[in-house]
């Protein structure tokens, strides 16, 4: 458990590390860079490197902090990863009953899979559902599902952001993360696209976070991401749903 440096987050959890790729987005996987990283360094849970791991040591660790935090679970993982069995799944979720003091937000890109467990269980009211949605052809499909569970917060990543996702039917979405890619590799990101999400988010009353422009800028020049700033047309656009809107001040 860490503190995080993502902006629209406080804490990370990650009672499980490791992945598979199952979509476009998945090319450049920042988890899985870091976790090869770490893994040379000889850091503890990272053994496996990104090969899914259960980490049963790690499921009680919010139950150590007392004060509220929001925390993104399996930043390093997805938790409805089809090797994630539904009885540990249902562990994590243990622990997220047992501390209502803190906020957790959920993203996977195995909408479906993330459907069937809830079918059969509740969303508790500290529990925020999200879907990674990259593209029209495999994330937009996401929000479809979504949509359909009941949740405090649903929510739509669009990072990395890798085509014009068109029009958006944002019912029932409650905040929209948008990011272009970093890294050596990372593709390029148009500011129309982003201008689009944000127009459809303002007209459906839906909270926008612009979080970062990536390795490539506005102005379609490759420099650091630090370089390239965080601003959309020269001004700060991080909103958060009303639960946490307290963090934007």
């Known amino acids: 458990m860490a503190n995080s440096n993502i902006e629209?987050?406080?804490q990370t959890w990650n009672p499980v590390t490791g992945?598979?790729?199952?979509?476009?987005?998945?090319?450049?996987?920042y988890a899985e860079t870091m976790a090869k990283r770490l893994q040379s360094m000889g850091a503890a849970g990272y053994e496996n490197g990104f090969a899914l791991t259960l980490m049963e040591g790690r499921l009680k660790e919010p139950a150590d902090r007392k004060k509220p935090a929001v925390y993104f679970v399996n930043s390093m993982s997805d938790t409805f990863h089809e090797d994630v069995p539904f009885t540990y799944i249902d562990r994590i979720f243990e622990t997220i009953?047992?501390?209502?003091?803190?906020?957790?937000?959920i993203l996977t890109k195995r909408a479906e899979r993330m459907a069937e467990y809830f079918r059969s269980r509740s969303?508790?009211?500290?529990?925020?559902?999200?879907?990674?949605?990259?593209?029209?052809?495999?994330?937009?499909?996401?929000?479809d599902v979504l949509r359909h569970i009941p949740a405090t917060v649903r929510f739509i990543s669009a990072e990395p952001l890798l085509e014009d996702l068109?029009?958006?039917?944002?019912?029932?979405?409650?905040?929209?993360?948008?990011?272009?890619?970093?890294?050596?590799?990372?593709?390029?990101?148009?500011?129309?696209?982003?201008?689009?999400?944000?127009?459809?988010?303002?007209?459906?009353?839906?909270?926008?976070?612009?979080?970062q422009w990536g390795s490539w800028g506005a102005d379609g020049i490759k420099r650091s991401k630090r370089a390239n700033g965080f601003l959309l047309n020269g001004s700060v656009r991080?909103?958060?749903?009303?639960?946490?809107?307290?963090?934007?001040?």
């Open 8 to 10: 629209w987050t406080e």
């Open 19 to 29: 992945c598979t790729k199952i979509s476009p987005g998945c090319k450049n996987c």
């Open 97 to 105: 009953r047992q501390t209502p003091q803190h906020t957790y937000q």
């Open 123 to 143: 969303v508790p009211e500290n529990v925020w559902l999200g879907v990674s949605v990259e593209d029209r052809r495999y994330g937009l499909p996401r929000i």
């Open 166 to 211: 068109g029009k958006l039917n944002l019912t029932g979405i409650d905040w929209v993360i948008v990011g272009g890619e970093s890294g050596s590799k990372a593709r390029q990101m148009q500011a129309v696209w982003v201008e689009n999400i944000l127009r459809q988010c303002e007209a459906a009353g839906t909270a926008f976070f612009f979080k």
């Open 238 to 249: 991080q909103e958060f749903p009303m639960p946490l809107r307290r963090k934007s001040k």
